[in-house]
């Protein structure tokens, strides 16, 4: 069974959940993420209203944590390919995660070095692209729906929900026992079948729990 469905739903993004996520020390970062990330329609909603102010907001405390432009890079540890000094990145990060959308916010940076008007223009046109989708979705939107399409989705829609499947620890509204068997598991079937993409198909055979061929 995935372990999204034992994690506890967020219902509201406080003005200080909002603060600590674009503040300086990464460990109170990655707690207002994680609970961002769990609420849902409201986390989407606060995520958005942060993009209207971008500005560089160095990390601190960032041992075991890699991503580009980091002032002091660690030499091994987890990896996360968003310029994540700049709030519109950090907010881009979370966002994509939520929603298993690419709207363009993860840098192509290996070096940790980006060229600042080269990544200026990608965020804005990430914070465009954003802002275009939730106009079209605000009224309606919801995890749920998102995980439906997603797993309906091209590839990197696929391969981003099937890594919050198989290792996500934030809830959806909605994801239940009945659903994750009655509508995820006959879309999993069916992309084990079809897709030919390898991480997508090993993930898929994980979470079905059978052996990839």
Not at 21 to 38: L, N, P, T
Not at 80 to 105: C, H, K, S
Not at 131 to 142: F, I, P, T, V
């Amino acid at each position: 069974m995935v372990v999204t469905l034992q994690a506890r739903e967020v219902r509201e993004v406080s003005a200080k959940l909002r603060e600590r996520f674009v503040g300086s020390d990464w460990r109170k970062v990655q707690r207002a993420a994680a609970k961002i990330e769990s609420a849902d329609r409201a986390g989407a909603s606060a995520l958005l209203a942060m993009l209207r102010r971008n500005r560089r907001v160095r990390l601190s405390n960032t041992d075991g944590l890699i991503y580009p432009g980091a002032a002091r890079p660690s030499a091994e540890g987890r990896v996360i390919q968003y310029e994540l000094d700049w709030t519109a990145d950090r907010v881009g990060w979370v966002l994509e995660a939520l929603t298993f959308e690419d709207f363009g916010f993860a840098s192509e940076s290996t070096d940790g070095v980006a060229r600042e008007g080269v990544a200026a223009q990608r965020r804005a046109r990430a914070v465009r692209s954003a802002r275009a989708w939730w106009r079209e979705r605000r009224a309606r939107w919801s995890r749920l729906d998102a995980v439906r399409d997603a797993l309906a989705g091209n590839v990197d829609r696929q391969r981003r929900v099937l890594h919050w499947l198989r290792f996500g620890t934030t809830p959806c509204k909605g994801f239940d026992v009945p659903f994750f068997y009655g509508e995820v598991v006959p879309q999993l079937r069916a992309i084990y079948e079809r897709t030919r993409d390898r991480e997508v198909r090993e993930l898929a055979a994980e979470l079905l729990g059978r052996g990839a061929e």
